[in-house]
Structures are given as structure tokens and as C-alpha cells.
């Protein structure tokens, strides 16, 4: 009998995508150990980082509280954008100036010779600082006045002006001075704070050892030239005024925050941001070969990601989709021949996910849930049955689109019931600082370049080679047969 069912249709000889849990990096011979592999790594045209990952463009993972902690370690926070451009601006600014050496002249407290002893007390007090310079009309440095100088004692009196009880020889600092030298000249003149003058020697900022020492804790810490804290922004596909706003207040990076950037009208409004901003900007997102072809004439970045994430709907609404593992690797194949850096964004669950999108092509992964139920992101912890959960919630969803943002899936969003949500709402258990979960992040990448023999990203990039895992081997994977026990501090079952 003829067998009428062909199963050889042209429209059924389709390609096999994978994804992570389909490959693993195959063990070879090393000689080099986790602790010395290099995690530094290219994330745009003019920006490197120190551990190669990104805080996801949520509002429910990065604000500047997180922004700030991820440059810190090392890495980079990209603002959301459901907030509006005088929010967004205040949040630059936050991250730009949290680890600032030099506090500009607009946030020291100072004080007039002529204030008395017991005002100038009350205002350092009241303003959290334990000194103030003294400045004239003009703005020109008379001296500095310590918390210890107002105390009483014998010579000065609490009604006494200020000029009688300041120290009147005062160091200064020139304006470009760096942090070596002005803990070096604190050192040597055993004081707390040195105020930096024009050549005029009006003031024009304050330099505290507080602030040094501060600065020193996070030696991984990605700056700019300024030596200002990196920060990443996200902009909506359309948003011109947004990215202008994002790149005059300081902004590193602008991220083009679109669920499928490959839209001609997404790529013309980008690359006309692009032509107008400073910052590098970033297309995204994308999942296949032919839209990196599409963007690497001018994009600083790409960052890949169709539905992957733990909290998109968007393969089972729209039936579209690009496992992550073979998208990483098609768009990387096309921007590593233009040096552009690749971003692999979503679905990364475990450090293991994390280098294998390295070793997939990607110079840098971006994370939502993973950070969402840390103490720097946004939310506050509530409690379900006896546990501990943050809110986490897809931009996507009704709720996030609700607040703003219903661009990045090309949607006029305007009558709440036109929604087509590609997100879901949901909790994640709270985890504590970030730091401790970037730590073991940071450690399982390592071990895995230590797997692979490989002292650097782009060796590992270089030496890595995958093997296809079966389901069998997928589930030897896993802890088996066996209860756990005791919680480790990288590996949930029910992740
Ligand atoms: P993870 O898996 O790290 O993924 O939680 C974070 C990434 O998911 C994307 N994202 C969405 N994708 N619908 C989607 O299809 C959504 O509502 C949504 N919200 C976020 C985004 O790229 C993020 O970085």
C-alpha cells in the first residue's frame, strides 16, 4: 500500500537548534588552575569589563542600587527604562558618582568665616560630614574646619567665627590629582579630607580619605576615564530623546531594549541613536545570522536572545523562538568577523549556562532571575509559606507594560486591554547580597575555563568545543539517586 504520509516535506526538513542543556564543554587537557583564569572581557566597542556579566534591564533587577554593586564586582548594571527621563537621569548620576574620588563642588558642605562655631557644628551634624572648607564670597579656600576644631576648649568660644578656630594652612589638591597621590599627600599630613582647588585656588571639589579607602575595597571595579562607575542604560527601539538624555547625563553604554531588534524600523531608529549619542549603543535583541548581518556595520554590540528567559511567554504566544545555545553561536559567527562584542541575554540558570555561552561565542552574559532576589534589587523580600521571595516579573508581562515600555515588543500599548503580554509575573526565593552570588558565579565560570585549559575569554573562546548530550546524559548531570541533604550555594533541583 502507498504510503501517503511523506514525511520528507520541503517544510519539515528544518534544522535543530540547542540549547544549554543539550551540549557540554568537553574536559580537556589543562594546566591551568580556576583561580588564575582572567574573566575580563569586551562588552562594547569602548567598554571591558572585569567579570564578563550584565544585571538584566528589569524593573524588578536593576536600578541604580544594583547598577552600582554590579561595577563594583566588576561587571555591569543596565538601568531599566519603566521610569521617566528625570528619574532615568537621577539614576545615571547615582551610579556615575558613587565611587567618585573627587565630590564636586555642588555636594560639599562649606561653610563662611564669618558662620559661628555652634552653626558650623549644627550643619556638619546635620550633613552626615565630620569637616568642611572654608570659603569666602568669592569661593576662594580660607581654610578647613573639623568636627574636633569646634569642640569646646579653652580658646575658642561657640559664638566665635569660624576663621578663629579653622586650621588656616590648608593642603590643597590640583584638580587632576589621583587616587595614588591623594592618599599619598593624607597620608603624609595625617588628615581626612583635602580640598581641590583651580588655579585660582577656588574650590572645586573634595577629596576624603573615607571615600579612598572606599574605593579601594572594589579593586575589580569597571570606571570610566574619570574613574566613575560604568553604567548601562536601556532605551526603547524609538526613543531618541530618551537615549540623548541617557548620553548627556553620562551613560556608558545604551542598550536598544526591543524583543526582536531584527525590524527594519527598529534598525533604521537605532542606528540613527547611534549616530547622534557618545555612548556606545548596543542592538538587541537578535538570534540568528542574518539579523547580526544586519546590524554589525554599526552597532558597538549585539545581544542575543529570542524567549529564552525564565520568565518570557514569547516562543509559546507567538511561536517564535531561537534556543539560546545555537543563536549565541550563529550571531557570533557573523560578529566576530567585525569585532563586534556578542551579549548572550536569558535562560542562563547555573554558572555552567553561563560559560557555555562563552564557549558558544558570546563575550559577556546578561542575567534576570539569578540576581532578581538579591538584596541590590529593586523590591522588597516577602514572605510565602514560612520562605523568603523578591518580585520578579517579565518586561513583558501586563504588569511591567502596565508601567511603561510595551514599545520593546512593538506594540501600541495604549488601551490596557490590547495587551498581548509575552511575560509572566512571578517570585523568586531571596538570596542575599549580590556579591556572594556574583562570587559563585564568577568561581563555576572559572572552573569551567579551568575545564578547558583556557587562561583567558578569548582562548576560551578559542579552545572550547562542545559534545551533544543525550537526555540519559543530561539526567546523569544532576545529582541522582540521592536525597540532598544540605542546600549548596550554586545549585537549586528545582531551578
Ligand atoms: P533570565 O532567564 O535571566 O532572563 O531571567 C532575563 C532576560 O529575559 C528577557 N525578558 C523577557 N523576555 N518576555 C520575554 O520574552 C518578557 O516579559 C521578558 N522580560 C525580560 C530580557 O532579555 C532579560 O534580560
Known sequence: MANDIDPFSEKLRVPEALTFDDVLLKPKRSTIEPDEADTASQVSTNVSLTVPILSAAMDTVTESGMAIAMARHGGLGVLHRNMNLDQMVEEIERVKSADELIIPLEDVVTVDPETSVREADNLMAREGVGGAPVINTNGEVQGIISSTDVRPHLEVDENDPVEKAMTDEVITAPQDIDARDAFDLMYEHKIERVPVVDDENLLVGLVTMQGILQRREYDQAVRDEDGQLRAGVAVGPFELERAEAADEAGADILFIDCAHAHNGNVIDSAREIKSTVEADVVVGNIGTREAAKDVV???????????????????????????????????????????????????????????????????????????????????????????????????????????????????????????????????????????????????????????????????????????????????????????????????KPDN
Open 297 to 491: 556595520d554599526f552597532a558597538d554590540g549585539v545581544k542575543v536572545g529570542i524567549g529564552p528567559g525564565s520568565i518570557c511567554t514569547t516562543r509559546v504566544v507567538t511561536g517564535s523562538g531561537m534556543p539560546q545555545i545555537t543563536a549565541i553561536a550563529q550571531v557570533a559567527d557573523v560578529a566576530s568577523k567585525h569585532d563586534v562584542p556578542v551579549i548572550a541575554d536569558g535562560g542562563i540558570r547555573y554558572s555552567g549556562d553561563a560559560i557555555k555561552a562563552i564557549a558558544a561565542g558570546a563575550d559577556a552574559v546578561m542575567l534576570g532571575s539569578y540576581f532578581a532576589g538579591t538584596d541590590e534589587a529593586p523590591g522588597r523580600v516577602i514572605t510565602m509559606n514560612g520562605k523568603k521571595y523578591k518580585q520578579y516579573r517579565g518586561m513583558g508581562s501586563v504588569g511591567a507594560m502596565q508601567s511603561g515600555g510595551g514599545d520593546r515588543y512593538l506594540k501600541d500599548t495604549d488601551e490596557d486591554d490590547d495587551y498581548v503580554p509575552e511575560g509572566v509575573e512571578a517570585a523568586t526565593p531571596y538570596k542575599g547580597t549580590l556579591q556572594s552570588e556574583l562570587q559563585q558565579l564568577v568561581g563555576g565560570m572559572q572552573s569551567g575555563m579551568g575545564y578547558v585549559g583556557a587562561e583567558s575569554v578569548p582562548e576560551f573562546k578559542e579552545r572550547a568545543e562542545f559534545v551533544r548530550v543525550s537526555a540519559a546524559g543530561q539526567q546523569e548531570s544532576h545529582p541522582h539517586d540521592v536525597v540532598i541533604t544540605d542546600e549548596a550555594p550554586n545549585y
